[in-house]
């Protein structure tokens, strides 16, 4: 049973369409995450929420809206997708904002804006 | 602004042997330190973590390695093994989210 499951693992759409990635995770954590990792391959922190607040946004385009409906789903929205969104997004969870980093993640959305 | 760096990208080494992955950080503040790694086609999983109270912390063929006043830590994989060929990140954090280093692709060979 996937720790951190998100969906869909890839994504291929134009440019201008808006688009959804779910995540989930069934290890009662209280922290959730969504990470890039670009082109670079740095994986760079996007938002964070903890148990449905968010509390960490990095200077993020508006054009991303991540949402918790509850402290186990944190999905992320994305308006008007540009070429530059292309990237692998990663979800993860953590049991409390502050355990030393230890992050659990799923494994992956491949968006591709062509 | 790179925080923390990992300056080989890849790393190639034989079975049995050890390898050594390296990882420079600039923040003085990090306190914790992880290494993760990750499959192809998976997340990164965690493997090993060390807090900058102490030098060293062993588990089992995992060791890690911290000299805060060069600001850099290593992991060592003892003995190499062809299941370890994987992309290997360091992260770092100090009371934010985790800071990760762009990865070192590790190849063991049989």
């Known amino acids: 049973d996937t720790a951190v499951s998100q969906t869909p693992k890839y994504l291929v759409t134009q440019m201008g369409n808006d688009k959804s990635i779910k995540c989930e995770q069934n290890?009662?954590?209280?922290?959730m995450y969504w990470y890039k990792q670009d082109s670079k391959k740095f994986l760079k922190i996007m938002f964070s929420?903890?148990?449905?607040?968010?509390?960490i946004n990095e200077t993020v385009p508006n054009r991303f809206s991540p949402k918790s409906p509850d402290k186990a789903h944190l999905n992320l929205h994305i308006n008007s997708l540009e070429l530059g969104d292309s990237a692998v997004y990663f979800c993860?969870?953590?049991?409390?904002?502050?355990?030393?980093?230890?992050?659990?993640f799923g494994s992956g959305t491949q968006l591709s804006v062509l | 602004d790179q925080q923390v760096k990992q300056n080989s990208p890849s790393l190639s080494v034989q079975e049995g042997r050890i390898s050594i992955l390296n990882c420079d950080y600039t923040?003085?503040?990090?306190?914790?330190f992880l290494w993760y790694k990750k499959y192809p086609a998976e997340g990164p999983t965690f493997l090993i973590s060390?807090?900058?109270?102490?030098d060293k912390n062993e588990d089992g063929r995992f060791t890690v390695f911290l000299n805060k006043s060069a600001k850099h830590l290593s992991l060592h994989i003892v003995p190499s093994q062809p299941g370890d060929s994987a992309v290997y990140f360091c992260?770092?954090?100090?009371?934010?989210?985790?800071?990760f280093g762009k990865g070192t692709r590790l190849s063991v060979i049989a």
């Open positions: 993860a969870s953590s049991l409390t904002s502050g355990t030393g980093g230890k992050l659990f």
């Open positions: 290890l009662g954590h209280d922290t």
């Open positions: 929420y903890n148990n449905k607040e968010l509390i």
């Open positions: 923040n003085s503040m990090f306190d914790y």
């Open positions: 060390i807090s900058s109270i102490k």
């Open positions: 992260a770092a954090r100090s009371n934010t989210p985790l800071v």
